[in-house]
């Protein structure tokens, strides 16, 4: 599944970044996902980081 990050929503608390760096990254105080792993929603730390994210901003979509 395909993992993005909604800016308008994100505070850059960075527990996703700290959950699963491979992942994500904190680009200017925002959380962003880490160049070519934006097809990594399969992951189940990746899911987790999702359900972890204090703002509900990362979502999963096929
Ligand atoms: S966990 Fe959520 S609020 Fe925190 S940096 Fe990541 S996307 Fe932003």
Known sequence: MRI?????RCYGSGDCAYRVPAVF???DGFGAVQP???DAGD???VRE???GC???AIT???
């Not at 993005?4 to 308008?8: A, G, H, N, Q, Y």
């Open 36 to 38: 070519g792993r934006e």
């Open 4 to 8: 993005s990050v909604d800016p308008e």
């Open 60 to 62: 999963l979509a096929e």
């Open 49 to 51: 980081a999702v359900e």
């Open 54 to 56: 204090p703002s509900q």
């Open 25 to 27: 990254t904190v680009v």
């Open 43 to 45: 992951d189940p730390a």
